[in-house]
Nanobody, 123 residues
C-alpha cells in the first residue's frame, strides 16, 4: 500500500510559477509510474502529466505542454510538477497518483491517490 502526500500548492498570480511535490511512502517507489491530475470546480478530473518508473518517459496534456514539467527522484521517493507561466484556467486541486502499469493511459490504471493540493491562479 502506497501513501501519497502532495504539497506546494498555493495562490499565485498569472504568469507565475509553482512547484508541486508528492512524497510517497509504504511501497517501492520505483515500481510505480506516477501521474498528476487536476480537478477544477464543477469539472471532471483531468490528466495533466505522467512519468515512467525510471523517469525516462514523460507525457503531458496539450493544455500544459511546454509550461509544466514532471520529474521524479526515486532516491527521495518524490515526484514533482514544475508549473510555469500559470494561467487562471490552471486553478484546480492537483492530485498525484501511482500506477503499476508501465505506461498508464487511463485513471483506472492508477491504484493510489493523494489527497490533493489546491492551486489558485489569480488574473
Amino acid at each position: 500500500q502506497v501513501q501519497l502526500v502532495e504539497s506546494g500548492g498555493g495562490l499565485v498570480q498569472a504568469g507565475g510559477s509553482l512547484r508541486l511535490s508528492c512524497a510517497a511512502s509504504g511501497g517501492t517507489f520505483s515500481s510505480y509510474a506516477m501521474g498528476w491530475f487536476r480537478q477544477a470546480p464543477g469539472k471532471e478530473r483531468e490528466f495533466v502529466a505522467r512519468i515512467s518508473k525510471s523517469g525516462g518517459f514523460t507525457a503531458y496534456s496539450d493544455s500544459v505542454k511546454g509550461r509544466f514539467t514532471i520529474s521524479r527522484d526515486n532516491a527521495k521517493n518524490t515526484v514533482y510538477l514544475q508549473m510555469n507561466s500559470l494561467k487562471p484556467e490552471d486553478t484546480a486541486v492537483y492530485y498525484c497518483a501511482a500506477s503499476w502499469s508501465l505506461f498508464p493511459k487511463t485513471e483506472d490504471e492508477y491504484a493510489y491517490w493523494g489527497q490533493g493540493t489546491q492551486v489558485t491562479v489569480s488574473s
